[in-house]
């Protein structure tokens, strides 16, 4: 067989040509065998903290990347996300936002196997949370993505996904304490110390303010809660007088007919917070003759939108319903299949939006 003779710069190229790292090369490396690597790896308990942290070492000096590509090809497997989330509406289009992000990171992670089933409620009927959650756990899902609005039935749901060993993700509103692998949403309480903050620079140092919520008798008051407590936590010691106002009708006739019976019975109302529903709100006083308040709530929809450029609304906390879907199915890709583990809570950013800056937010 005839020999070849390489020149200097072939034999560089050979010797720095890059080597596809395994757990078998892992292992040799840490002096141990497969098994505690594999662990290590995906996130599994059983393996002593020196052992891990050899492996660890290993890991970085081989500077290993995992060939999730690879791995896919070779596993096959199809994973099964369940999707909970309201039914959006006319009057509720807040809920139609989180197709778009849901749509992106499918497309962005279609080579990967993740696919949704969207179980649809009606916000305001347990019984049809309760359908569709019944649904969710007759299918037998690789994972959960759900809005937790009501408490007894969603502690149903974590109980028996901890029986499936089945994670559970909450995005937009969040229940404390529970056995869920993580939330994803705003930080509520902060959102209603923000929303004070920005109060406390446009009204007068005596200035009254209102704290309204427009919700449903069966609504997750949770976060709605949280926001007015942030809210009040800023206000604590101040001399500014705070009253309330809360309708569960939704009926914008009633709803009209009390804010204006308040407002003139309240005179010295500068500033009004809305932690939910705050375009029915702006309808009541937008008929109101010239009508001067600073008004502050959530949710970039149109009705609000509308609100914000007639200057009747000043300010929007944008919870980007389409980024939370976005990020919240991504984190089920990094846990499912990436094996890397995932925080308590991820909390969006307080996007404060004006009619300044909103076209920069549409």
Same mark, same amino acid.
């Given at each position: 067989?005839?020999?070849?003779?390489?020149?200097?710069?072939?034999?560089?190229?050979?010797?720095?040509?890059? &080597?596809?790292?395994?757990?078998?090369?892992?292992?040799?490396?840490?002096?141990?065998?497969?098994?505690?690597?594999?662990?290590?790896?995906?996130?599994?308990?059983? /393996?002593?903290?020196?052992?891990?942290?050899? %492996?660890?070492?290993?890991?970085?000096?081989?500077?290993?990347?995992?060939?999730?590509?690879?791995?896919?090809?070779?596993?096959?497997?199809?994973? &099964?996300?369940?999707?909970?989330?309201?039914?959006?509406?006319?009057?509720?289009?807040?809920?139609?936002?989180?197709?778009?992000?849901?749509?992106?990171?499918?497309?962005?992670?279609?080579?990967?196997?993740?696919?949704?089933?969207?179980?649809?409620?009606?916000?305001?009927?347990?019984?049809?949370?309760?359908?569709?959650?019944?649904?969710?756990?007759?299918?037998?899902?690789?994972?959960?993505?759900?809005?937790? /609005?009501?408490?007894?039935?969603?502690? &149903?749901?974590?109980?028996?996904?901890?029986?499936?060993?089945?994670? /559970?993700?909450?995005?937009?509103?969040n229940i404390p304490h529970q056995d869920n692998l993580s939330f994803i949403g705003q930080n509520s309480k902060d959102s209603g110390y923000l929303a004070a903050s920005l109060l406390d620079y446009g009204v007068?140092?005596?200035?009254?303010?209102?704290?309204?919520?427009? /919700?449903r008798k069966d609504d997750n008051h949770i976060h709605f809660s949280a926001r007015e407590e942030g809210f009040l936590e800023y206000f604590k010691g101040s001399t500014k007088k705070i009253i309330h106002y809360?309708?569960?009708?939704?009926?914008?006739?009633? %709803?009209?007919?009390?804010?204006?019976?308040?407002?003139?019975?309240?005179?010295?109302?500068?500033?009004?917070?809305?932690?939910?529903?705050?375009?029915?709100?702006?309808?009541?006083?937008?008929?109101?003759?010239?009508?001067?308040?600073?008004?502050?709530?959530?949710?970039?929809?149109?009705?609000?939108?509308?609100?914000?450029?007639?200057?009747?609304?000043?300010?929007? %906390?944008?919870?980007q319903p389409d980024k939370q879907a976005y990020q919240g199915i991504k984190l089920f890709y990094e846990y499912l299949i990436l094996k890397q583990p995932v925080e308590k809570s991820y909390y969006m950013p307080?996007?404060?939006?004006?009619?300044?800056?909103?076209?920069?937010?549409?």
């Amino acid at each position: 067989m005839p020999y070849r003779l390489f020149s200097i710069f072939e034999k560089k190229a050979i010797k720095e040509k890059p &080597r596809n790292i395994g757990i078998k090369e892992i292992a040799e490396r840490a002096n141990v065998s497969i098994g505690p690597v594999d662990k290590v790896l995906h996130n599994r308990g059983g /393996v002593s903290e020196e052992t891990r942290q050899r %492996i660890l070492k290993a890991i970085e000096e081989l500077n290993y990347k995992p060939n999730i590509l690879a791995s896919r090809l070779k596993s096959k497997k199809d994973y &099964r996300i369940a999707v909970m989330l309201p039914q959006g509406t006319k009057k509720i289009p807040f809920w139609f936002e989180h197709d778009k992000g849901f749509e992106r990171i499918l497309k962005e992670l279609e080579q990967f196997g993740l696919n949704l089933e969207t179980f649809r409620f009606d916000q305001n009927s347990e019984s049809s949370f309760t359908d569709k959650l019944n649904k969710v756990i007759k299918g037998k899902y690789d994972g959960i993505f759900m809005v937790p /609005v009501f408490y007894k039935e969603t502690v &149903r749901l974590l109980q028996h996904a901890q029986t499936t060993e089945t994670p /559970v993700i909450f995005f937009d509103s969040n229940i404390p304490h529970q056995d869920n692998l993580s939330f994803i949403g705003q930080n509520s309480k902060d959102s209603g110390y923000l929303a004070a903050s920005l109060l406390d620079y446009g009204v007068s140092p005596n200035a009254t303010l209102l704290v309204a919520s427009i /919700v449903r008798k069966d609504d997750n008051h949770i976060h709605f809660s949280a926001r007015e407590e942030g809210f009040l936590e800023y206000f604590k010691g101040s001399t500014k007088k705070i009253i309330h106002y809360e309708n569960k009708s939704g009926n914008d006739a009633a %709803i009209e007919k009390e804010v204006t019976a308040l407002l003139q019975k309240e005179p010295g109302i500068e500033g009004i917070f809305v932690t939910n529903g705050i375009s029915k709100i702006a309808g009541a006083i937008s008929k109101l003759p010239a009508a001067a308040y600073k008004l502050i709530g959530y949710d970039l929809t149109d009705e609000n939108i509308f609100f914000l450029e007639k200057g009747i609304i000043q300010f929007l %906390i944008s919870q980007q319903p389409d980024k939370q879907a976005y990020q919240g199915i991504k984190l089920f890709y990094e846990y499912l299949i990436l094996k890397q583990p995932v925080e308590k809570s991820y909390y969006m950013p307080l996007d404060i939006v004006t009619k300044s800056n909103l076209k920069y937010y549409q």
